[in-house]
């Protein structure tokens, strides 16, 4: 009897694709012998190959009915009067006459399994693979397990490389491609991006949902990067709910903005999952070679700055530039330190004058947070970010603002009665919910008039502005405060953008105002900033302005308001005291 695979073998038409690999590869094609031969055939052929390892014995329609081993029939040939095989007996009585037949779609799964269960047998005597019945070749148990250890190996690469959920590329792999794109960007000079991406508020999707549900989106968000992207390209996921891509072949940075965006577009498209539509939005950092940084190192390092960056507006991509850096990468240690200078009273509000153009009688001041470490003055741009980070910029807020409503109070009673305070209020402040109470709060307990107080917000972040901020907006405006744009022209607005904000104000960014009387094109942008912002009907300040020539160019284009070192200095409220006592100064 035909040893033939039980019914748990027979093989599958369209083999499963992950276990599907057959087992025709392994199959070497050896000339069978009819089983009417004459046992001698058997020995010439194993004596003219040495390493003939089995012969299949075939019946008239080439369907085989045995196999000789060579080691059995030498073991056979070795015995007293062996040699009378040769002779006198039929090949049939030589041949093993129950060999495992397999048809050559069998995948190697199914074949190891019957080998194991036959206690390794089958490695020693090899099996007969057949095509719809027929005779096709022989293979051995050995081919057979050299091919498992292969495949298991490349399993198991697959394993330490890949993302067991996604089946994306993990951490490492993601490193080893970026390299090799690298190298060969570097070589041929051509540009490449790697974009950091991150699913907003995951977790609390996830801690709703189920982590079912969480793992699902996971899969959801990585096919529809997958196939944003094209097929050289690496998308990779990092951990949680953090992927990376490393876009090649671009003609120019932007390009890696526009894929950028429509990634988070395509993330936007509802998500079905548990027979629920659910909302995702995504952000974007991203960093391009060679311009942001030429070693994987430095680019994912920028890729994660601009990432962390843009997560502040949500739903949004941002491209690296330098004035992201961040200043200390632990959060913890941002919070301890935060928390220290607010407790320990090491916060200051400066005041810097904004004068009108033309008259430059005084308008009012620009409260700027000062912190005082025990070796001077830290950085103001530092202290932000780490409050940012920390979770505390809407602490600082309340100390800045309950301080400096108190001071300007003090002068308005005094030597400044008309004087103005314009207040700094950050992008993470207009989504957190506590802005606006924390307004009403102070103004309620110092009686500060609201219509003697601004809202300086940055250009990015109102530019960024979803419908919520806009609604915090539109609550502080009716409050009577008036709302300013600051850094204005280093984002990325346009006239229709800032039209549907309810802002009154813009201070033109610095940079401009810096490069107004040299070479560049400063003065002209400044020029058109303020065209357009009074055709929108925007009262503008001038900031950073250091000379005099810059101030004369502003208030010959009619820019309302100048404000820097010019005029005056951010000084602490002792100075500002002074300032306000001179008999000169205009108000
Ligand atoms: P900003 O609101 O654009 O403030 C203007 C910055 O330019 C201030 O830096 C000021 O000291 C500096 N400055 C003023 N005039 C000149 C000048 O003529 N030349 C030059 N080179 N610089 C001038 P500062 O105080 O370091 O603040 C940096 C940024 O930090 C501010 O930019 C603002 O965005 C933020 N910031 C400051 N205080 C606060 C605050 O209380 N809360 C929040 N959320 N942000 C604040
Ligand atoms: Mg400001
Ligand atoms: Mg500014």
Known sequence: MLRRPSPLAAPAVEPPAEHGETLAGLVSSIEPLPVTAPTLRAYEAFSANQTLYAIAIVDVNSVPVGIINRFRFFELLSRPFGRDLLTH???????????LVVDERMSLDQLSEIVVDEGNRYIFDGYIVTRDGGYLGIGTGYSLMRRLTERRQTILYHLAHHDGLTGLPNRQLFGDRLSQALAHAERYHRILAVLFVDVDRFKAVNDSLGHAAGDQMLKG?????????????????LSGDEFALVLTELTEPLDAEVIADKLLQSLRQV?????????????????VFPHDGRTGGALTRAADDALYYAKQFRNTSQRYSASMVR???DPLLEFSTVRRALDFGELEVHYQPQVCAGTRALYGFEALVRWRGSDGFRPTPQLIRAAEDAGLISAITDVVMREAMRRLLGWRRGPAPHARLAIN?????MRDGALLPMLCRHLAETGFPPDALELEITESSVMRSDASSVAVLDAIK??????????FGTGYSSLSQLQRLPVDAIKIDQSFVASIGDQGNGGVIAQAIIVMAHSLGLTVTGEGIEREEQAVFLEGHGCDRLQGYLMARPMAPEAIDAFLADPGLRR
């Open 425 to 429: 209020v950050s992008g993470v402040e």
């Open 478 to 487: 009716q409050l009577g405060i008036r709302l300013s744009v600051d850094d």
């Open 271 to 287: 998500h079905r999952i548990d027979k629920k539509d659910i909302n995702l939005s995504g952000s974007i950092g991203i960093a």
């Open 89 to 99: 007996r039929a090949i049939t009585d030589v041949m093993d006459s129950a060999p």
């Open 221 to 237: 968000v990585a096919e529809r990067l997958r196939e944003g992207v094209r097929a050289h390209d690496t998308v990779a996921r």
């Open 327 to 329: 200043s200390a990468a």
